[in-house]
């Protein structure tokens, strides 16, 4: 069973469009995360939800709405996208504290075009 | 502010030499620090984590407070190593952020 799983993989599409990533984790984390891996590889958090509630939100364009339905699910919903939101973006899972690691999801490579 | 540092982009070695990848911190106070590695085409996955002490695929970490460093180490490099490694920060006492640094793509060859 896949722990920390998103749905699509891949998604093109064209710039103005709107478009959502799902997020679901099995493993009974009670905090979900986002984090975008630009084209340099570099991997920057944009949100945190814990037990369905945010806690991080860093400077991300209000165009990026996440949503958390429970506490197993955090969706990523992208508003008018741009070229520049071109990226692999990463769900992930983890208990709270400071030593818990975090699971990861297989990403989704989002291509604007 | 947290800040993470990996100083080499890219890293080749090969295969059976040593390897160290750089990773050097920015925290007031003492916070958890975390190898990630991502294979390729694959997810990013934890690798280990200072508090653990552990070796893991015969990796090993050391944190140095007096550096601010956590360098991770591998004796004698294996093919399978190659991948993009990350290294992470997280505050003590709660607080979910994990930092990541901008990662070392490890190249281990023949």
């Known amino acids: 069973d896949t722990a920390v799983s998103q749905t699509p993989k891949y998604l093109v599409t064209q710039m103005g469009n709107d478009k959502s990533i799902k997020c679901e984790q099995n493993?009974?984390?009670?905090?979900m995360y986002w984090y975008k891996q630009d084209s340099k590889k570099f991997l920057k958090i944009m949100f945190s939800?814990?037990?369905?509630?945010?806690?991080i939100n860093e400077t991300v364009p209000n165009r990026f709405s996440p949503k958390s339905p429970d506490k197993a699910h955090l969706n990523l919903h992208i508003n008018s996208l741009e070229l520049g939101d071109s990226a692999v973006y990463f769900c992930?899972?983890?208990?709270?504290?400071?030593?818990?690691?975090?699971?990861f999801g297989n990403g989704t490579r989002l291509t604007v075009t | 502010a947290q800040r993470v540092t990996q100083p080499e982009k890219l890293l080749s070695v090969f295969k059976g030499a040593p390897v160290e990848l750089k990773c050097n911190y920015s925290?007031?106070?003492?916070?958890?620090l975390f190898w990630y590695v991502q294979y390729s085409r694959q997810r990013l996955q934890l690798l280990l984590r200072?508090?653990s002490r552990e070796s893991i695929k015969g990796f090993t970490a050391d944190l140095n407070k007096g550096e601010t460093s956590f360098h991770l180490k591998k004796p004698f490099a294996q093919e399978e190593d190659s991948a993009m490694y990350y290294c992470a920060l997280k505050p003590p006492g709660g607080g979910n952020k994990l930092t990541f640094g901008t990662g070392t793509q490890l190249k281990v060859e023949l």
């Open positions: 925290y007031s106070g003492s916070p958890e």
């Open positions: 939800y814990n037990n369905k509630e945010l806690i």
């Open positions: 992930a899972s983890s208990h709270v504290g400071a030593e818990s690691p975090l699971h």
């Open positions: 493993l009974g984390h009670d905090t």
């Open positions: 200072h508090i």
